[in-house]
């Protein structure tokens, strides 16, 4: 049996790709395998992004379609992404933890890292929502699975206690 040396954990910063990061983490330290926590940023984000600083320092609104430069959105999302994974994982004993920031249409750039860190699983955390929107995610997701070059583990959501 292959060993799991490095495991690959798309976030978005909500509460469903936090519980998808302690699950990877504990695999992780299991395994003793290296974590590589992604955040994917969408040039549509970019723009919003600028749009919001904007409206914040009553700064006159930018035309749209210049938005915020690339590197200041990487730069600005690395920064939470750090914060993100000091807030949900606490204790990552020896596991050595790298954070990737890439641009780009999420579910390519998901493919592509998972390609390029040569990872050995991809752990995909299933957010909660509607049933409708829940089936279309899990859709897109089955169809994108037998193009990644390792096997996927979906992390299905943890349900509320209320």
């Given at each position: 049996m292959n060993s799991v040396r490095k495991?690959?954990?798309?976030v978005d910063f909500s509460e469903d790709s936090a519980n998808g990061l302690k699950y990877a983490l504990s695999l992780a330290q299991e395994t003793q395998a290296e974590l590589v926590v992604l955040y994917v940023a969408e040039?549509?984000?970019?723009?919003h992004f600028f749009c919001l600083l904007?409206?914040?320092?009553?700064?006159?609104?930018?035309?749209?379609?210049?938005g915020i430069p690339i590197d200041q959105l990487v730069r600005e999302?690395?920064?939470d992404l750090h914060y993100f994974i000091q807030q949900h994982a606490r204790n990552p004993g020896a596991v050595?933890?790298?954070?990737?920031?890439?641009?780009?249409?999420?579910s390519r750039q998901i493919l592509e890292?998972?390609?390029e860190e040569n990872v050995d699983l991809v752990v995909l955390a299933f957010p909660r929502q509607s049933l409708?929107?829940?089936l279309i995610a899990r859709r897109r997701v089955l169809k994108a699975i037998p193009n990644f070059p390792c096997p996927v583990l979906l992390k299905p959501p943890v349900p509320s206690l209320a």
């Open positions: 495991i690959l954990v798309p040039k549509k984000e970019a723009d904007a409206s914040m320092e009553a700064w006159p609104m930018p035309n749209v379609s210049t999302k690395a920064l050595k933890i790298r954070k990737r920031v890439v641009v780009g249409k999420k890292v998972a390609r409708l929107r829940y």
